[in-house]
């Protein structure tokens, strides 16, 4: 492990503000920033994507310009990024920052992101399963995920009953892997984190009570339409990227589909993209609270106290 006191004599470790979607962290994060004289890096899989900014919740042009940004606006839409791309980017943007002498700041709410950082899960490509997964891929395109599906149950029920079939990427994967090594999934990730993680971590939550995140939630995508997300989420589809590409599967972009197809009104399009992101809030909460004492939570709206207490944390 790589330690953070050789480059930063005053910190121990790099700092990791996540939580569910609209619970504060950007904000958090952005006054670490401030007081440290650090740089953001995000965890976020969609603001890696250019132009999907409403959308997403990118912080405000005047914020990046203030404190530089990392791992956002990087690929174009239609570009498929893996957690394996964003671990490796990740990694080298860390060991930059860290040689300049400036304290990382990682953001954001993409569970498996954060878990792959903090585990240090090593994502070193498998050319046998990267063919099955191409092969699965075109028969999940002709005939559906639920055959796949049902083998993935059969052959690795742990993976299966731990991914949803709706996630189709991450159940083709599965099966890839288990189909083309013989191991299972969750086999395959054990022994990725065999030698733990590059840097030493320290995860932080913003945890709250259901009903106010998605008060919040509500609030957040009305200003989202306020500000222009329909247009951007037209201007998404109008565009030449592949429309089965990550991107058009984001909450806040895909709900417009049927709406721009003259299948629905906008009032359902809205309704749609408010109920799917309280659902992924409630994921994230799951996800981040499965992770046990790992995870040191933080109260909301309590920002001077909370950045005190990742400051000390971070210095012990």
């Not at 790099?14 to 004289?37: D, F, N």
């Not at 075109?138 to 731990?162: M, Q, S, T, V, W």
């Not at 997300?229 to 089965?244: C, F, G």
């Not at 806040?252 to 799917?276: M, Q």
């Amino acid at each position: 492990m790589i330690e953070v006191s050789k480059f930063i004599p005053e910190y121990k470790y790099i700092p990791v503000i996540t939580g569910p979607t609209a619970s504060g962290k950007s904000s958090l994060a952005l006054e670490l920033c401030r007081r440290t004289g650090g740089e953001l890096i995000s965890a976020d899989s969609m603001q890696i994507y250019k132009g999907l900014d409403i959308g997403t919740a990118k912080d405000s042009a005047a914020e990046r310009a203030e404190i530089p940004h990392h791992m956002t606006d990087i690929a174009e839409p239609g570009t498929y990024f893996n957690v394996s791309d964003y671990v490796t980017a990740c990694y080298e943007t860390i060991g930059g920052l860290l040689a300049r002498g400036v304290l990382p700041v990682i953001c954001g709410g993409t569970g498996q992101y954060i878990s792959a950082l903090y585990y240090g899960f090593d994502y070193g490509r498998d050319a046998s399963a990267d063919e099955e997964t191409a092969r699965l891929e075109k028969e999940f395109e002709e005939n559906g995920i639920d055959g796949i599906y049902a083998r993935l149950k059969k052959r690795d029920p742990e993976a299966a009953a731990k991914i949803h079939p709706n996630n189709t990427r991450r159940v083709i994967r599965a099966l890839a892997v288990i189909e083309s090594t013989g191991r299972t999934f969750t086999e395959k990730n054990s022994e990725s984190t065999s030698e733990g993680p590059r840097y030493p971590f320290k995860l932080f939550m913003i945890d709250m009570d259901r009903q106010i995140l998605y008060d919040r939630i509500n609030r957040r995508v009305d200003i989202m339409m306020e500000e222009g997300i329909e247009q951007e989420a037209r201007d998404l589809y109008d565009s030449d990227a592949d429309k089965k590409s990550t991107c058009f599967q984001a909450i806040g972009y895909k709900e417009f589909k049927d709406y721009f197809e003259g299948k629905s009104d906008i009032d359902e399009a809205v309704y749609h993209i408010k109920l799917r992101s309280r659902h992924y809030a409630k994921r994230q909460l799951t996800w981040f609270r499965a992770m046990g004492d790992d995870v040191i939570r933080l109260s909301p709206d309590d920002s001077g106290k909370n950045v005190q207490k990742v400051l000390d944390t971070i210095s012990q």
